[in-house]
């Protein structure tokens, strides 16, 4: 059952990868977009067999595989991963959909997104640390090729910085897994065969350390990020889709499941510096991305700023903060998804992305206005306004954080607030406004290639208005994970409380 | 002392293996003499056919349950067979390699597979040498067979000097080498089997003393020079450029398992008193090998010389397993040997298919190879990526045992050393994939416009392209079906009584992290 997300898009992708030469690229796209549609249906067939009420582990699959390193191909979905999966599987469908169908080298492109697809379900359903790894560095090669041979004008430069980056952040993970599995004396990497309740607490929280600055580098948080503004404007759009919707909230999930589930002593104990690193980082996101002078940069730094909010409800572990932190992460990826997008079509039509270039694109006749009006949905999605699925999202994180961590949960709503002044500065300076009369002769867009951006914009209005959709897939597994965490931050929370 | 006795403790049947690749030899050497250079058309074919029958012969002796041959001179326990199974399939994919690349020198192939066999008996009695008259034979005619090949293309003088580099550094590591030897003989009072050697020490109570470490030090400077470890690695970048490039495929994956082999022997059997000391300095090499071999690697511009660097850093990675000195360890180590010889030998084959169709070896001359030769841009990425150590490739599944096994011994700053070099090494790796794939049409190298039209069908193109195939294939799913393998590697080590007493002990393990939690 589960095998199914990662080896479909696996074959298929060595089908196309096989496919002669002479084959024009739009057919090749339609291929690949009929496999991962196959894909994104069986995502949610999975889901009408998913059982709400349970909160383990469910559909599990296990073949013994190399015991020698503790190595078997063990999958199984929760809460957690479930609505990751399907987001995985809807944010393919776009990516490939939203591809140019003149795409150079296309057998090459569309193999790799598919084989970055299955790699990326593979690391969400792993239930092995040494089968999550492997997932997890089977999408450092596809990337940087994908970044570096259809990218921008800097695209070597942010390919090998993502890849070194991505490799780093590979390391630290593996040495943190061998450190858990070693010193708790496990013979395998099983992720239900460990236990860290025997380990002193120092060890504790060395390892997890170890897996938060791992992690950190992918999710990013604030000083590890400096290869996202670089990867995400690089990339070509339906890569940056990918990167920033799919492949940040590899981090998020390897952190709240490596992380948390599994240190949650050390977890509670470094709960309060979690908390303001989550809070600092969205308050950088925010502000930096308020100086940029490129739409795409502006974009890229909002997503730092919106994967800070997931921390602070990380930290604050309160059955609601949880729930909001997948919904977080469900919400931003579809968002981000959104205006990458949309991004990429105004670039596409009107040929910049300087933010000093850019006017008036909401002149119904001559501007993009369809365009213009999702980029202001998707920009107010995006700094939270009610209706719309980052509100909900932002709010529960909020609400549930807020009676643990009252200042840095105070400093991310400001940061919210700046989000809202930067998306104002982008729509004010793209949207609104007026034509250049010597150069507003753009390109029709054409109903296919809106197409993305309308679903996208319905699945957003339709989890504002309707959130239980969202949040009720993770509700009974984010519970009894935040049960095994010990409350020792109340006494941090009353010192604060008393500042 | 009658004939049955001495015929039984010769127990000639331990060195089938060696016994067809000296007929094998000998053949090559005879029909050459009698037909000349009309023989060159299916030569290569013969002396293959007689390794692949040697390394049958070799499956036959597992687990012999006598393997001590000629009165304890050579060892065919599982460990030799191992590493002689090694040896044998290096040289027989060498083999293939050589016959188009000798020809288009214009030098004979007859007498090159004839060196090449005898350097491949070296390293195959060198794997199960366990007396220091026999070790310093077999190793002496490897060094020497490796010289000539090196210097086998006379009309180049890079090859000439880096022969001569070589013969030179070469002399002189096992002049050292020797004289450690001279001192263990005398040492032990007069032994030469390795294992009446370590009596003979422990009887006289030298455990500690300076000679035996100052032998240990010696003999570990001709092993070093052996597997290329910092700083005894001098050579290898100079020899790497210098020399054919079949030869340096040889050099570095038979030479450096052989080299591997009398490591293990030597120091496991002789010198385990003095544990503590080797595992400290060959520590140091490995600290040494895996940053200065990466770190160098990343400036090289020609693909031999990188080459050549990488081998000396995996030879760093390699010694993580030695020093781990558990079974594991050892496992691991013929392990990650094992798919490096798939994937040296592929990288390999690459660079001499590119080098026959364009006549160079710049990295930077790669650039737009996707074009004109996808199947060669695939088999050199994945190699490159094997060793880099990319999943799932045969490399990862290399790395991470070698990773697995040093972080159970307890050597973790080894280890996260080990990841940190492999993620330097991606870098250098990744830089000739960019050079193939990701570089546009219009950046296209003078050597990539040019490129011939591929044709298998010239002579001596066929065997490459079976090389290439099938150690492409090996690389990319020994990692994934890598349990035929692991066991391999595990059975082969298990029932060694000198890697006996290093098992981890489970409840040691227990006791530490208890240790550990006790503390406040």
Not at chain 1, 418 to 426: E, G, M, N, P
Not at chain 2, 125 to 130: K, V
Request: hydrophobic letters at 55%; proline letters at 4%; one cysteine or more.
């Amino acid at each position: 059952m589960l095998s199914v997300l990662i080896w479909l898009p696996i074959f298929a992708a060595a089908i196309i990868a096989l496919l002669p030469g002479n084959i024009s690229a739009n057919r090749v796209r339609l291929g690949a977009l009929f496999a991962s549609g196959t894909v994104l249906l069986w995502n949610l067939f999975l889901l009408l067999k998913f059982d709400i009420n349970n909160p383990g582990m469910q559909l599990q699959e296990y073949l013994p595989w190399n015991e020698t390193l503790g190595l078997s191909y063990q999958l199984g979905v929760d809460g957690l991963s479930i609505l990751l999966l399907i987001l995985n599987g809807l944010l393919t469908w776009i990516a490939i959909y939203s591809s140019s169908q003149q795409t150079e080298r296309p057998r090459l492109f569309y193999s790799l997104v598919l084989l970055v697809s299955g790699g990326v379900a593979g690391a969400f359903l792993a239930e092995n640390l040494l089968l999550f790894f492997l997932f997890y560095e089977l999408e450092l090669i596809p990337f940087y090729l994908l970044i570096s041979i259809w990218g921008g004008q800097r695209r070597a430069y942010a390919g090998i910085k993502f890849l070194i980056y991505t490799a780093v952040s590979g390391a630290l993970i593996l040495a943190s897994f061998l450190g858990i599995v070693w010193v708790t004396g496990s013979s395998s990497f099983n992720y239900d065969a460990l236990s860290t309740q025997t380990l002193s607490a120092t060890l504790q929280i060395i390892l997890l350390v170890g897996i938060i600055l791992g992690f950190g580098i992918k999710i990013p948080l604030v000083p590890l990020h400096t290869w996202l503004p670089d990867a995400y404007v690089e990339a070509s759009a339906p890569i940056a889709i990918l990167l920033g919707g799919v492949l940040a909230k590899l981090g998020t999930y390897g952190i709240l499941r490596f992380g948390m589930a599994l240190f949650p002593d050390a977890w509670s104990t470094l709960a309060p510096s979690l908390a303001i690193w989550g809070a600092v980082s969205a308050m950088y996101g925010a502000v930096t991305a308020i100086a940029q002078k490129d739409i795409k940069r502006m974009v890229a730094y909002s997503s730092i700023g919106h994967m800070g909010y997931i921390l602070l409800a990380a930290a604050a572990s309160t059955p609601l903060a949880l729930v909001g932190a997948v919904a977080q992460m469900i919400s931003h990826g579809i968002i981000l998804a959104i205006l990458f997008h949309l991004v990429g079509v105004v670039e596409a039509k009107v040929g910049t992305r300087e933010l000093d270039v850019l006017n008036g694109l909401m002149n119904p006749i001559r501007g993009l206005p369809l365009t213009s009006a999702l980029l202001v949905l998707g920009g107010m999605a995006s700094a939270g306004i009610p209706g719309m699925t980052g509100f909900i999202s932002e709010f529960i994180v909020f609400q549930g954080s807020f009676s643990v961590f009252p200042l840095p949960t105070l400093l991310c709503v400001v940061a919210t607030g700046l989000t809202a002044v930067y998306f104002v500065i982008l729509l004010n300076r793209t949207c609104f406004g007026k034509l250049d009369n010597n150069l507003a002769y753009y390109p029709r867009v054409l109903w296919h290639e809106k197409m993305p951006a309308l679903v996208l914009a319905a699945l957003i209005l339709f989890l504002g208005v309707q959130p239980t959709w969202l949040v009720r897939w993770a509700e009974p597994t984010t519970t009894a994970m935040v049960a095994t965490i010990p409350p020792i931050e109340k006494a941090v929370t009353q010192q604060v409380a008393l500042k | 002392m009658d004939f049955a006795n001495v015929a039984s403790q010769l127990n000639a049947g331990t060195i089938l293996p060696e016994g067809i690749v000296v007929l094998t030899l000998l053949g090559v050497l005879i029909v050459d003499l009698i037909l000349g250079r009309n023989s060159s058309r299916w030569i290569g074919y013969l002396a293959i056919a007689g390794l692949l029958a040697s390394i049958v012969a070799l499956y036959f002796e597992w687990d012999n349950a006598n393997p001590l041959f000629f009165a304890g001179a050579f060892n065919g326990d599982n460990l030799s067979i191992v590493f002689r199974g090694i040896v044998a399939l290096s040289a027989a994919v060498t083999i293939l390699m050589s016959i188009r690349y000798v020809e288009q020198s214009g030098t004979a192939l007859a007498e090159f597979i004839a060196i090449l066999l005898t350097a491949t008996l070296g390293g195959m009695f060198l794997s199960g040498a366990s007396e220091l008259v026999m070790i310093f034979v077999s190793l002496e005619t490897l060094s020497i067979s490796s010289y000539l090949l090196t210097g086998y293309t006379k009309r180049d003088p890079r090859s000439n000097e880096a022969a001569l580099k070589y013969l030179l550094i070469g002399a002189a590591s096992t002049a050292v080498f020797l004289y450690g030897v001279s001192l263990l003989y005398g040492l032990s009072g007069g032994q030469t089997e390795l294992n009446a050697i370590a009596n003979g020490i422990a009887s006289a109570n030298l455990s500690q003393s300076l000679g035996i470490v100052i032998a240990l030090v010696f003999a570990i400077a001709g092993v070093g020079f052996k597997i290329s470890a910092a700083p005894f690695h001098q050579w290898t970048p100079d020899v790497y450029e210098g020399a054919p490039t079949p030869v340096i495929a040889f050099l570095s994956v038979g030479s450096k398992a052989a080299g591997f082999a009398l490591a293990i022997r030597l120091l496991t059997t002789v010198f385990p008193l003095v544990a503590e000391e080797w595992k400290f300095v060959f520590t140091a090499l490995a600290v040494l090998s895996m940053v200065l071999g990466n770190v160098v690697a990343l400036a090289q511009t020609s693909m031999k010389r990188m080459l050549a660097y990488s081998s000396i850093a995996q030879a760093g990675f390699v010694m993580i397993g030695l020093i781990a000195d558990t079974q594991a360890g050892y496992a691991s180590m013929i392990f990650y040997l094992l798919v490096y010889l798939f994937m040296n030998l592929c990288g390999f084959t690459c660079v001499i298919l590119f080098s026959l169709r364009t006549g160079t070896d710049q990295i930077a001359e790669y650039s737009g190879l996707y074009q004109k030769d996808p199947l060669l841009t695939l088999g050199l990425s994945i190699s490159l990526l094997s060793l880099g150590g990319i999943p799932p490739l045969a490399g990862f599944f290399g790395k991470i045992y070698l990773f697995w096994a040093g972080w159970q011994a307890g050597l973790y700053w080894l280890v996260l050393l080990g990841l940190i070099t492999s993620v330097v090494s991606i870098y250098y790796y990744i830089r000739v994939v960019k050079m193939m794939v990701v570089k546009e049409p219009q950046e296209m190298s003078d050597a990539v416009k040019n490129y011939p039209e591929i044709s298998w069908n010239l002579p001596g193109f066929r065997p490459l392209q079976v090389g290439l195939i099938t150690t492409l294939i090996a690389t990319s799913i020994a990692g994934i079906l890598s349990n035929p393998l692991f066991t391999l590697a595990n059975n082969s080590v298990t029932d060694i009584p000198t890697l006996q007493a290093k098992t981890v002990d489970s409840t040691q393990v227990s006791a530490i992290s208890t240790e550990q939690t006790d503390r406040p």
